[in-house]
């Protein structure tokens, strides 16, 4: 499989591309998508970091696999393609943000518009086999995309990491806590949704520390 990452993320991320478990997980990958149907599109493996540039990086949401059904997984975590019925952990982000910044729930599931502001929407598995959740799970993409949230914990000051439910909480090890902000809340999945997902807030709560940092907030 040839690699297509965006070139903002390229000079970080390089010593994990010459690493031979880097090399046998795109192998693996490209034989799984020659046979096996797999998601997202082999194009929108690396949409997340496509859409916000290492540059633009503000805030950090981890999320755990691709979605394994037809036509959601879209590359960005939580998010699905344009015109399809929004998830039940996707219903109860956007009930949040409905009820935290009294606004709209929106039509499209698709988070494209955060990552274009600088909201890296990063699942810690970016492939997965269809109708096989987790099969693509323990193949290499851990190692990949801890490292990645360590790059942006060496690399980057004062980003904001929303760590949702306790695999994403997992990954606060990896960060710099001096240098960076980490919210923790439950998975806004049903089961969790009700346990403190909603009035966490998170979403004003960001907005008010870029502000403090003088950074943009997000529109979302």
């Given amino acids: 499989m040839q690699l297509k ?6 000079n970080i991320l390089q010593n994990e591309f010459d690493k031979p478990y880097f090399k046998e997980l795109l192998n693996f990958v490209d034989e799984e998508y020659k046979n096996h149907q797999c998601f997202p599109k082999k194009e929108d493996i690396f949409a997340a970091f496509d859409y916000c540039s290492f540059d633009d990086l503000k805030v950090v949401i981890i999320g755990q696999d691709p979605y394994h059904d037809e036509n959601q997984a879209n590359g960005l975590c939580f998010s699905v393609q344009d015109n399809m019925k ?3 952990s996707l ?3 956007f009930k949040e943000i409905s009820t935290d910044l009294n606004q709209e729930i929106p039509e499209s599931g698709n988070l494209e518009k955060w990552a274009k502001q600088g909201v890296l929407l990063l699942n810690a598995t970016l492939t997965v086999r269809a109708h096989e959740a987790g099969s693509h799970q323990k193949k290499g993409w851990e190692t990949f995309t801890d490292a990645i949230i360590k790059q942006i914990s060496n690399e980057k000051e004062n980003v904001v990491f929303l760590l949702w439910g306790k695999f994403a909480e997992s990954k606060s090890k990896l960060i710099d806590i001096k240098k960076h902000t980490i919210l923790t809340a439950p998975h ?3 089961l969790g949704a009700w346990r403190g997902w909603f009035g966490s807030k998170h979403f004003s709560k960001t907005n008010k520390i870029l502000q403090k940092l003088q950074k943009t907030t997000i529109k979302w």
Wanted: glycine share 0%; charged share 20%; hydrophobic share 25%.
């Fill in 86 to 88: 929004h998830p039940p």
């Fill in 91 to 93: 219903k109860n982000i």
């Fill in 188 to 190: 806004p999945s049903p």
């Fill in 5 to 10: 990452i965006a070139d903002s993320w390229k």
